[in-house]
């Protein structure tokens, strides 16, 4: 049985205050809850964060990772620092890096390949443009980011590896899939790791939902047999709406 995955994704967000208050917030509310929860401060503040979920149900997470171990890359943060200050678990892919910065698959592939080596989680995010979706090739574009974003990643690994699906254009925007939309893609997923690896692999793979998650819509999207948890933007930033999608 799969438990849900609850995860902030706090974006280029908080300031160092805001994120220590935010995070013994989510310490003192989710204490002996039984879901999963992760949270991902922008680096800057994730040692501060670290202080304070040490010892929490709460895992630290960061939004990215250098797919280089130390050396001269300059502005890049490698996965020893980040073990080194307690982060446990790597946000990998995510649309905005996709999208915005311009991360190829093959670095994406990298990231999770050196995260998994120096034994840190990994949430390896997928997910399909509006113009894709309209031009009816949502599954395509998640099997191409499953397909890329994995190779290499043995059986073995998959345990330590969550995939979000996100649709870009639910992102920040309001727009929701609906539950059965979600659901359809989310199924397709879970049926392309099998294919992938087997039906073991794929049925103790977490997949999370990503894009305008909130209460209100949690409980129908979560109530999805292959809906397992969410990653979480905006709704995140605030403990008020926050708390109530992982306490469901
Ligand atoms: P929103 O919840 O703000 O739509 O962001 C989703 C997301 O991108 C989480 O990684």
Not at 8 to 36: C, H, I, R, S, Y
Not at 191 to 207: R, S
Not at 217 to 234: Q, R
Request: some cysteine; glycine content about 8%.
């Amino acid at each position: 049985m799969r438990t849900h995955y609850i995860a902030g994704n706090w974006k280029m967000n908080t300031n160092k205050a805001d994120a220590v208050k935010l995070a013994q917030d989510l310490v003192k509310e989710l204490k002996g809850k039984k879901n999963t929860y992760m949270i991902a401060p922008p680096f800057v503040y994730l040692d501060a964060v670290a202080q304070v979920v040490k010892g929490s149900n709460i895992i630290l997470g960061a939004q990215d990772i250098a797919a280089n171990d130390n050396g001269a890359h300059t502005g890049e943060v490698s996965a020893d620092m980040l073990k080194d200050i307690g982060v446990q678990t790597i946000i990998i892919g995510h649309s905005e890096r996709r999208h915005e910065i311009g991360e190829s698959d093959m670095l994406i592939n990298a990231k999770v390949l050196k995260s998994l080596s120096k034994g840190l989680d990994v949430v390896l995010c997928i997910g399909e443009l509006l113009a894709e979706r309209e031009a009816g090739k949502a599954e395509q574009v998640c099997a191409f980011q499953l397909d890329a974003g994995l190779s290499g990643v043995t059986k073995e690994q998959m345990s330590h590896v969550t995939i979000a699906y996100e649709p870009v254009w639910a992102i920040g925007t309001g727009k929701t899939a609906t539950p059965a939309d979600a659901e359809s893609i989310h199924a397709f997923i879970r049926k392309h790791i099998a294919k992938l690896y087997d039906n073991k692999v794929a049925e103790n793979t977490i997949i999370q939902y990503g894009g305008s998650m909130k209460a209100a819509n949690a409980a129908e999207l979560l109530a999805e047999k292959d809906i397992d948890g969410g990653l979480i933007g905006g709704a995140a930033l605030k403990a008020e709406t926050f708390v109530p999608i992982c306490i469901l």
